[in-house]
């Protein structure tokens, strides 16, 4: 009584903009102004990720631009990339990234306990496959409320004892009828949360009433 999650590889963007270890810091920040992105891949070999380079990892050459005691104390790590030149020496390294038949909540857990906005998407030789965004998650929500509906009745509802209907309004599930097995509640919860783009899950399910004789 599961729904199929949808993976990473539904929502990334397959043609992803990377650069090589040796690209200038120029041309990093206009690679990212032109594309209105906040990191990019770093590339090695046939595409082989390496690393990434973020707004983050531009920031100190600014940062330490004046000569101030106060800043003399910063880790060292922020000290070396405000005097670095290249992508190689600019990086993040190794690369958090993500593989395109991971599910977008696997993916959306690594971005939230990594800290960051975008992850590669590598196959299993670590090559680049493309790259998946905070945004990109978020279109799961997109979903139609009748394209919910219809994944729930199929693959949560379908072999379900009862007479259990769904109805789907701004994301939000309600289970309506009548189901004889209270125990099975908490399951049908479950699963119809596991539905990518479902907001909230409201539960109105009754016993049917026993027949007089």
């Known amino acids: 009584m599961t729904a199929s999650p949808h993976t990473v590889s539904d929502v990334m963007t397959h043609t992803a903009v990377a650069v090589g270890s040796r690209a200038s810091y120029k041309e990093i920040v206009e690679l990212m102004d032109q594309w209105k992105i906040s990191a990019l891949p770093v590339l090695a070999g046939e595409g082989r990720v390496i690393g990434v380079v973020s707004e983050a990892d531009l920031l100190p050459k600014e940062e330490y631009r004046v000569d101030d005691e106060s800043l003399r104390d910063r880790p060292l790590a922020d000290l070396t990339k405000a005097g670095a030149v290249y992508a190689e020496d600019l990086m993040s390294s190794p690369a958090v990234t993500v593989h395109a038949d991971a599910t977008i909540a696997e993916a959306a857990r690594i971005m939230a306990r990594r800290h960051v906005k975008r992850l590669p998407v ?92």
């Open 122 to 213: 590598v196959d299993g030789l670590g090559l680049l496959e493309g790259v998946v965004s905070r945004s990109d998650l978020l279109k799961v929500f997109l979903r139609s409320d009748e394209d919910m509906a219809a994944e729930i009745r199929t693959t949560v509802l379908a072999d379900l004892p009862g007479t259990v209907d769904v109805v789907v309004e701004d994301g939000v599930v309600t289970l309506g009828g009548e189901l004889r097995d209270r125990a099975l509640v908490p399951l049908l919860a479950r699963a119809v949360r596991a539905v990518e783009g479902v907001v909230d899950i409201r539960v109105d399910l009754h016993r049917p009433e026993a027949v007089a004789r």
